[in-house]
């Protein structure tokens, strides 16, 4: 993700044109960054996300099993036609989270991102239209029991029941939801690299414009505009979890790994600097 440097032998450091002065305060700033960067690597460690996400597909199932009831105890009609309307929409779902739950199992953050964008795109195109049919079709959402209409007044009292338990199940579903990943922490994790990465980043414009024209120079210029990719991206992140964008959020992180500290661009460039500077980054 950034600048990290460790101690020089003797044999680049007299190499080097940087001094020992610049050398141990970008090393020092570089310490200081480690504990952000380890925050947000934890934040999206698999072996934490993982029983999360799939204590998340446990109530899903829950949920859907309440669905089923609810669609049973239905007369044939536009109120049953549009729950399994709804159902439909669940069962693509069940298959998308599975498909990231296995992903992020694998560590392979590309495939979760897309899957989190295709997750997002089901909800706006495909469950919050289905979801108003229900709320027309029926007179009362089965996710907001505020909405009501009507025709509510047409549901008998164990239909009313059957609503009631499928809005229940809900809720827990927005519980381990909200349990398996905190954007508001995700979020909180980003802005404290991004404080540690600019007292990285200031010291290194110090370095670099202390030095003259040459390979060095151009070495460590590279990283910095990697660095500058990053904390754009970081930004958008940032932006888009505290408008809990979390489709957008992932987007940019699947961004994110192309320029990040595992990246071949970011171990290029550092491999360039340790070969240009006699010091290792």
Same mark, same amino acid.
């Given at each position: 993700?950034?600048?990290?440097?460790?101690?020089?032998?003797?044999? *680049?450091? *007299?190499?080097?044109?940087?001094?020992?002065?610049?050398?141990?305060?970008?090393?020092?700033?570089?310490?200081?960054?480690?504990?952000?960067?380890?925050?947000?690597?934890?934040?999206?460690?698999?072996?934490?996300?993982?029983?999360?996400?799939?204590?998340?597909?446990?109530?899903?199932?829950?949920?859907?099993?309440?669905?089923?009831? %609810?669609?049973?105890?239905?007369?044939?009609?536009?109120? /049953?036609?549009? =729950?399994?309307?709804?159902?439909?929409?669940?069962?693509?779902?069940?298959?998308?989270? @599975?498909?990231?739950?296995?992903?992020?199992?694998?560590?392979?953050?590309?495939?979760? $991102?897309?899957?989190?964008?295709?997750?997002?795109?089901?909800?706006?195109?495909?469950?919050? @239209?289905?979801?108003?049919? #229900?709320?027309?079709?029926?007179?009362? *959402?089965?996710?907001?029991?505020?909405?009501?209409?009507?025709?509510?007044?047409?549901?008998?009292?164990?239909?009313?029941?059957?609503?009631?338990?499928?809005?229940?199940?809900?809720?827990?579903?927005?519980?381990?939801?909200?349990?398996?990943?905190?954007?508001?922490?995700? #979020? $909180?994790? #980003?802005?404290?690299?991004?404080?540690?990465?600019?007292?990285?980043?200031?010291? %290194?414009?110090?370095? =670099? $414009? $202390?030095?003259?024209?040459?390979?060095?120079?151009?070495?460590?210029?590279?990283?910095?505009?990697?660095?500058?990719?990053? *904390?754009? %991206?970081?930004?958008?992140?940032?932006?888009?979890?505290?408008?809990?964008?979390?489709?957008?959020?992932?987007?940019?992180?699947?961004?994110?790994?192309?320029?990040?500290?595992?990246?071949?661009?970011?171990?290029?460039?550092? /491999?360039?600097?340790?070969?240009?500077?006699?010091?290792?980054?």
């Amino acid at each position: 993700m950034t600048v990290a440097l460790t101690a020089v032998g003797c044999s *680049s450091s *007299s190499d080097s044109p940087l001094t020992s002065e610049q050398r141990t305060a970008l090393e020092e700033v570089a310490t200081a960054y480690d504990g952000a960067e380890s925050a947000l690597e934890k934040a999206f460690e698999a072996e934490t996300v993982v029983p999360k996400l799939e204590r998340w597909q446990e109530t899903e199932t829950v949920h859907q099993a309440a669905l089923d009831r %609810l669609r049973d105890g239905l007369p044939e009609g536009e109120c /049953r036609t549009a =729950i399994e309307t709804l159902r439909s929409v669940e069962v693509g779902q069940n298959e998308i989270r @599975a498909r990231i739950i296995e992903n992020y199992r694998e560590k392979r953050m590309a495939l979760v $991102a897309k899957g989190a964008v295709e997750y997002g795109v089901s909800v706006i195109n495909g469950a919050i @239209a289905a979801e108003d049919g #229900v709320a027309v079709a029926c007179g009362r *959402s089965t996710v907001d029991p505020k909405r009501t209409t009507e025709r509510a007044g047409e549901l008998t009292t164990a239909q009313n029941s059957l609503i009631d338990a499928v809005q229940a199940a809900y809720r827990e579903t927005r519980v381990a939801f909200n349990a398996s990943f905190s954007i508001p922490e995700f #979020v $909180a994790d #980003v802005e404290a690299v991004d404080a540690a990465d600019g007292k990285v980043v200031k010291e %290194l414009d110090e370095v =670099i $414009a $202390a030095l003259g024209e040459g390979e060095c120079r151009k070495a460590l210029t590279d990283v910095r505009e990697l660095e500058s990719k990053q *904390s754009e %991206l970081r930004d958008e992140m940032v932006t888009a979890g505290k408008a809990l964008d979390a489709t957008t959020m992932f987007t940019r992180l699947d961004d994110y790994g192309k320029v990040n500290s595992n990246s071949d661009a970011f171990v290029t460039a550092l /491999r360039s600097v340790t070969e240009k500077c006699g010091v290792d980054l």
